[in-house]
């Protein structure tokens, strides 16, 4: 329980007396409207109902559908464009929009994005033939009835090189590591710091200017998750909706974005980058990964 001198569980730095007294900590008040109302006033995070969860669900369903579907494709000889242009077909057939289309500013230009090698993230579609030895991550998130899903995975064409295959092992790694510790009470920085502590072991580096991202009702949305370690405190509660993505570079850390299309980020030193994705719930006991893609 906590005293009155103790320091606020909100993380404002004030006494509890001076504060939230007598509104005990959120994870032990067991109402979950309050909850809902303390997560959007503190941290503009939104806490999913039971409908907006299944509609999440229904959308990470398809978009994760779709990315197995491309990802079978993603061969020796077809182009990165050949494989937007798949997923377009496949997300009219769901009835769902590929999210990344006309996104932000400039607009992304394509429906997914394909980043290759010593590409980080936010690759644009092109006739770039995939070549054997090639890592490539496709990266589809989908609108469906106004929800969304978020997902990415690596493909490896044919047989890589050593470089290649240890940043696409150690993302993966980092990425299931993250998801065994949720539930919760756990807070924020603590994905960072099971991420980060992998890839250092593994004498890779972690990406600092692409984070994950809360999701579902928006494409981005708070919180923001850091792969790195990092002092975030908030704490996973029931009904968060957010994606894990961490890209790990087998080089230096730092992302250089191009500076014709605004969009495609490669590694500072053209070493090898690798990025896994789910969308993942937090639940009363524990988490569920909304999308179902397996490696
Ligand atoms: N998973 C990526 C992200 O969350 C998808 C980017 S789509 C783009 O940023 F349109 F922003 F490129
Ligand atoms: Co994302």
Not at 70 to 81: C, D, I, L, Q
Request: with cysteine; proline share 5%; hydrophobic share 35%.
């Amino acid at each position: 329980m906590i005293h009155r001198n103790d320091l606020c569980w909100c993380q404002s730095g004030k006494k509890w007396k001076k504060c939230h007294f007598p509104e005990t900590p959120p994870l032990t008040n067991g109402d979950p409207l309050r909850l809902k109302e303390l997560y959007d006033k503190k941290y503009q995070i939104l806490i999913k109902s039971k409908e907006q969860i299944d509609g999440i669900r229904e959308a990470c369903r398809i978009s994760s559908t779709i990315l197995e579907a491309v990802a079978k494709s993603a061969v020796a000889g077809v182009t990165t464009k050949a494989l937007d242009d798949m997923s377009t077909a496949l997300h009219r057939e769901a009835k769902a929009i590929p999210a990344a289309l006309n996104y932000s500013y400039p607009p992304f230009p394509k429906g997914i994005c394909t980043s290759l090698n010593e590409v980080i993230c936010h690759g644009i579609p092109d006739d770039t033939i995939l070549k054997d030895g090639d890592i490539l991550n496709i990266d589809i998130a989908s609108i469906y009835k106004g929800y969304y899903g978020d997902c990415s995975r690596m493909v490896v064409i044919g047989k890589t090189t050593p470089e290649r295959q240890l940043v696409v092992d150690v993302a993966y790694e980092c990425l299931m590591r993250a998801i065994a510790i949720l539930k919760p009470g756990v807070q924020v920085g603590d994905i960072g710091t099971v991420i980060e502590n992998y890839a250092d072991e593994r004498g890779c580096s972690v990406v600092r200017q692409f984070v994950a991202h809360g999701v579902g009702v928006k494409f981005h949305e708070n919180p923001q998750v850091p792969h790195f370690r990092n002092s975030n405190l908030i704490r996973l509660v029931p009904g968060m909706t957010f994606t894990i993505e961490p890209m790990i570079n087998a080089g230096a850390w730092e992302a250089v974005i191009d500076t014709r299309d605004k969009w495609t980020a490669r590694t500072i030193d053209g070493k090898a980058s690798a990025q896994w994705e789910h969308t993942i719930l937090i639940t009363e006991d524990g988490h569920e990964v909304l999308t179902t893609w397996q490696r």
